[in-house]
């Protein structure tokens, strides 16, 4: 089997733009050309590779295993010109980091601080929900990975390295705004305004109030932070979401922190990525950062 680097770069670009002509532009070629060598290293390998529906790219089982070693390979030469790049008293190239949606609210700022330290960085950063996160951390995608509630089935090293506090927020107008103390009981009649099934703030939530044996009244289940606080704004329910959200509005917010027993639920933010995995110098360099700048 012969397949040269420069082709397994083309058909990793074909995985990640899910079209020959995507794959044609992220390597400076033409689309014939791309086509061509996409042939070459199917009639390779042997198998069928990919197929096309409806205008879009599907890999086959066969495809999936070549994108993966294409993607491991290609980490590890950015690795090695990253070494190089040290050994010559210099700190560029790129670091791929893929975040679940709430961390959006303070991952920008600490991304800043790096990036004024180290400017000939390039930085790709993936914000999704936590099925989207977890999706690309099964594929090794990205260098790391920024969750609080890491998959259990596979092998991973994981670091907290930032608190992330879960809290019950209400309209600022509410009754119980002014109370002390609020009971778990006092919120039965509440109506709960929750993230969606899956999200790594719903399951500390879920497994929070089983816990102490409350089942809140569901009203609403929302993907975005924002929508919620819309929601709890407009005195639709109460919610419970981290605290990270919240700042630094929350003084001229329409919605205010409940004095709930039991919370905020204590949870982290963890940096994380396959075990095994051979992070790149500057992998290295941003997760000791994280953990710095946090600590402080």
Same mark, same amino acid.
């Given at each position: 089997?012969?397949?040269?680097?420069?082709?397994?770069?083309?058909?990793?670009?074909?995985?990640?733009?899910?079209?020959?002509?995507?794959?044609?532009?992220?390597?400076?070629?033409?689309?014939?050309?791309?086509?061509?060598?996409?042939?070459?290293?199917?009639?390779?390998?042997?198998?069928?590779?990919?197929?096309?529906?409806?205008?879009?790219?599907?890999?086959?089982?066969?495809?999936?295993?070549?994108?993966?070693?294409?993607?491991?390979?290609?980490?590890?030469?950015?690795?090695?010109?990253?070494?190089?790049?040290?050994?010559?008293?210099?700190?560029?190239?790129?670091?791929?980091?893929?975040?679940?949606?709430?961390?959006?609210? =303070? *991952?920008? !700022?600490?991304? &800043?601080?790096?990036?004024?330290?180290?400017? %000939?960085?390039?930085?790709? +950063?993936?914000?999704? #929900?936590?099925?989207?996160?977890?999706?690309?951390?099964?594929?090794?995608?990205?260098?790391?990975?920024?969750?609080?509630?890491?998959?259990?089935?596979?092998?991973?090293?994981?670091?907290?390295?930032?608190?992330?506090?879960?809290?019950?927020?209400?309209?600022?107008?509410?009754?119980?705004?002014?109370?002390?103390?609020?009971?778990?009981?006092?919120?039965?009649?509440?109506? =709960? *305004?929750? !993230?969606?099934? &899956?999200?790594?703030?719903?399951?500390?939530? %879920?497994?929070?109030?089983? +816990?102490?044996?409350? #089942?809140?009244?569901?009203?609403?289940?929302?993907?975005?932070?924002?929508?919620?606080?819309?929601?709890?704004?407009?005195?639709?329910?109460?919610?419970?979401?981290?605290?990270?959200?919240?700042?630094?509005?929350?003084?001229?917010?329409?919605?205010?922190?409940?004095?709930?027993?039991?919370?905020?639920?204590?949870?982290?933010?963890?940096?994380?990525?396959?075990?095994?995995?051979?992070?790149?110098?500057?992998?290295?360099?941003?997760?000791?950062?994280?953990?710095?700048?946090?600590?402080?």
């Amino acid at each position: 089997m012969n397949i040269t680097f420069r082709q397994l770069q083309l058909f990793l670009a074909l995985a990640e733009t899910g079209s020959v002509g995507g794959a044609a532009k992220a390597n400076h070629v033409t689309q014939p050309t791309a086509s061509m060598q996409l042939k070459d290293i199917t009639e390779a390998v042997g198998v069928p590779l990919y197929e096309v529906i409806s205008k879009r790219v599907h890999l086959t089982q066969a495809g999936q295993e070549l994108a993966r070693t294409a993607r491991a390979i290609s980490g590890e030469w950015e690795s090695f010109i990253q070494a190089v790049d040290g050994i010559k008293g210099l700190t560029r190239g790129k670091l791929n980091v893929a975040v679940v949606s709430t961390a959006k609210y =303070f *991952i920008p !700022r600490l991304l &800043g601080d790096f990036c004024k330290r180290y400017p %000939d960085i390039d930085i790709s +950063l993936e914000i999704l #929900n936590r099925d989207g996160v977890v999706s690309r951390l099964r594929n090794n995608m990205d260098d790391l990975y920024i969750m609080t509630k890491p998959p259990h089935d596979m092998d991973l090293h994981c670091r907290a390295f930032l608190p992330n506090p879960l809290v019950v927020i209400a309209n600022a107008q509410h009754l119980l705004v002014d109370r002390k103390k609020i009971t778990l009981k006092e919120l039965n009649n509440e109506r =709960f *305004i929750l !993230r969606e099934r &899956g999200s790594g703030t719903r399951m500390a939530v %879920d497994a929070h109030f089983k +816990l102490y044996g409350f #089942n809140p009244n569901l009203r609403l289940e929302l993907g975005s932070n924002e929508a919620i606080k819309e929601a709890v704004a407009g005195g639709l329910g109460i919610a419970v979401l981290s605290e990270h959200t919240l700042r630094p509005h929350l003084a001229t917010s329409a919605v205010a922190i409940l004095p709930v027993e039991n919370f905020p639920i204590e949870s982290n933010w963890q940096i994380v990525h396959q075990k095994g995995k051979q992070l790149s110098p500057i992998a290295t360099v941003f997760e000791q950062h994280l953990l710095s700048q946090t600590q402080r």
